[in-house]
């Protein structure tokens, strides 16, 4: 049996190979994605991002147990950073999600944000993509931080819960632009300690100023206790309801299709142009030549289109 | 390049993680991708993880004097599951004439306090599936 | 505390020192450039009054047995009688144990300290799941009552101070130690001895944690109450630094993070409407002894004074016992070396030198090989007997802190208070240090250090003889202590006696008040003493206890 064949039949193994194939771009690995593409999107994907420190792990591990009374097959991906220097890294999520790491049902994977070359948002869908074809029902989507690139790997998200906890002070000020947005769903975390009824003030007043039909919710939890947790599911699907009720789900998804669409060809073309001596050797000299200010980068792009069009 | 993935574990029930959190960071620093699982890990939990996270090599620590009955377990785990192609290491405080016994029973090489940790990053690099 | 025309000419003498060294060292230079203390931490050339400008004889200084203690505990201090020599053991069987204790006794030493082995500590029984594999291998295996009684058999327990390293479930073992003196005729109030209860440095470093924290601190102030009522005489807490050390800490993060506990533990018992005054005079220490002998001799004398200073100032002890850190030292085990095992008795004598001069109370000496496998019977008197030889021989202990007033020590002395002082203000700002482990802050730092410790070694800027220096080819070793598997087997059987001898209905109903006591806010400690009379297993105890209050989430920052 061929991997992807392995896949369909629920091997672990082919499941967490399929997802190496796609983290290291390895060849061939396009083939099997689309040998499995149209057994996909059954699953629905939640995102959980939020800074350092706010008990994503544990409240995604509670989270999970929920969904696993009703039996429902699990995937979770968490990404943790890669040194910038070494290119190593320290991935210890699974630490926080110790009982869920013998159930059959659920399949836990670390990933590295190593520089993959179509971004780390590109090896994330995907590797959401052989999970759902793996048969997962769930799949939770965790990155740690609250920059740029988790608004990419949030938009492979159906839903995306923010995780916030009290006591960041001005990090909610500084967060807010651009990555709040993103957020479907609010929860405080760590809810017995001071301040907690203060930041969901604060969130819920920035909240307020949004002009979007979703207005997202502020639960305090407490993912250490399991305290609301059991309430903040269910704001979760509130939003999945709200999604499929307001013909949303369909275009959210197109929306993000199209990106990851562009993503491919973005890499693709890239690929064609590193992956061919001919063409890196013409990116090589033009880069030189722009370094001493003989060419300027936009011709230099355009020679290199044109050569790709040959 | 891709980086090597090692999970790096506590089997049994002995907390000195100091051993575990030191080589975790030293695979770090030499570009590796490291799973730490922490402590208590049972058999299975380690073989699961090794599985799902797809990793090159395991690494675990072990000071309790547990070895010979967990370490053959994982290995034999790792066989039923056709991992075996993964590279299982082994560290701590354990006597050297356990070590031929452990050998014999799937761990391919043992750290014996004093390693340096760049003995054991070399192994590594020499003897994961390429 | 000294004059300033004195101090001003010393400064004029000092430049001169320092330019003439400097120009002697263009020839011929020091051995490095900077010299390092055994924490790291930078060494000057020469220490003089200058290094103690400001101090404060009296009030920092002082006298042994008066406010601050930087000199020790005690007036009279070692002359007046030697620390307690305490050997922890503890192997395979109650049986077995049992005979290494009487022999120790034998041998001259004056206090048992009890070596559990690791589901005792984690509250399970031999035949559980997750023990297979470690019954009877880092301590002896205690399943209930019945093995206590075993472990204890022949020692009158009103004659000896027993030290028990246990933590989670302290109460429970507690409990057995009181049964069983009851059936040997001794009353509670006559007992003397220590449990180790610290649970906070279990989730920082050593890893025998069970329950969460909130229960785990009430689990301790329980215990606090019962014992001021029941068993006045017993140390009911011995707060570790020992195994933050081990982990890879500094000398000052070693008080730093274990005098935070200790403001932690001071704090829960407040809450728990405790009188400072009744419950501190039985909170007892645990540091380490490492090998830079001046560094650590600081060490001691630093965290005694912090300690004093802490409890008068910040909690408001009258009593001087409250004030008063008294400790229990044992040697470092992460300084023994697998090579050359011989060498460790060297260190483990420089390190009792370290922990007597630091005017400790009680001492354990590591055998010379511990980084091998558990201590054989002769590597165990050996150890012994380096205690004996630094108290009859050495001379150290003719008088109180000798090492006083050497302007390095003192120097040192304050560096680490003030280090200490700072990683304590640190923990205050986390929210305390049950905080502060929670988020990760303690064991990221200890990590740090100890990572930056590993690189020196490889690197060779720290020399460990026999290891990374002066390296020779070696047979391996031979006689290594081995436990015998059929311990674990032995053991499951016995809890299957037990179960078929005991009074189940007994059983079920203490542990079903137990459940209720868990529950409400009554002290569980009597509670726990019936289930345990009634031969409920630790485990079975221990479960009851999950179930209520659920398990430890361990943190990791790396």
Redesign the interface.
Known sequence: MDLVERLFAGDKRACARLISHVENNVNGVNEDLKKIYKETGKAYVIGITGPPGSGKSTLTDKLVKLLRKEGKKIGIIAVDPTSPFTGGAILGDRVRMGDLNTDNGVFIRSMGARGHLGGLSDATSAAVTVLDAYGCEYIFLETVGVGQSEVEVMKRADTTLMVMVPGLGDDIQAIKAGVMEIGNVFAVNKSDRDGAKRTKREIDMMLDFSKKDWRPSVTLVSALKDENVDILLEKIFEHRNYLLESNLYHLERKANVKNEILALVRKEIMERVINNDEKHQLLDELSHKVALRIENPYTASEIIIEELKK | M??IRVLVAKP???????GA??I?????????????????Q?V??IV??A????VDCIAVSIL???H???LPKIAERLKE???EDILFVGGG?I???DIPFLKENGISAIF???T???VTIDYIKANVRK | MFREDVLASLKESKKNFDEKTEKLLEKRPERKAVFHSGSGKEVKRVYTPLDLDGIDYEKEIGLPGEYPYTRGAYGSMHRGRFWTMRMYAGFATAEESNKRYKYLVEQGSSGLSVAFDLPTQIGYDSDHELANGEVGKVGVAIDSLADMEVLFDGIPLDKVSTSMTINAPAGVLLAMYIAVAEKQGVSADKLRGTIQNDILKEYIARGTYIYPTEPSMRLITDIFEYCSQNVPKWNTISISGYHIREAGSTASQEVGFTLADGIAYVEAALKAGLDIDTFAPRLSFFFNAHNDLLEEVAKYRAARRLWATIMKERFGAKKANSMIMKFHTQTGGSTLTAQQPENNIVRVAIQTLAAVMGGTQSLHTNSKDEALALPSETSVRTALRTQQIVAHESGVTNTADPLAGSYYIEAKTNEIEKEAMEYIKKIDELGGAPSAIDNGYIQQEIMDAAYSYQKDVENGDIVIVGMNKFKVEEEPPTGLLRVDPAVEVKQRKQIENLKDRRNSEDVENTLSKLEEACKSDENVMPYILDAVKAYATLGEISDVMREVFGEYQQSVKL
């Open positions: 891709r980086p049994g029930l002995d907390g000195h993680d100091r959190k030191v975790a960071r030293a695979l770090r620093d030499a570009g590796m991708e490291v799973i730490y699982t922490g402590l208590r049972t299975d939990q699961n993880a599985i799902e996270e797809d309790s004097g547990a010979n009955t967990l599951e056709n991992a405080v006597p050297d004439d014996t306090p004093g340096p940790t760049t």
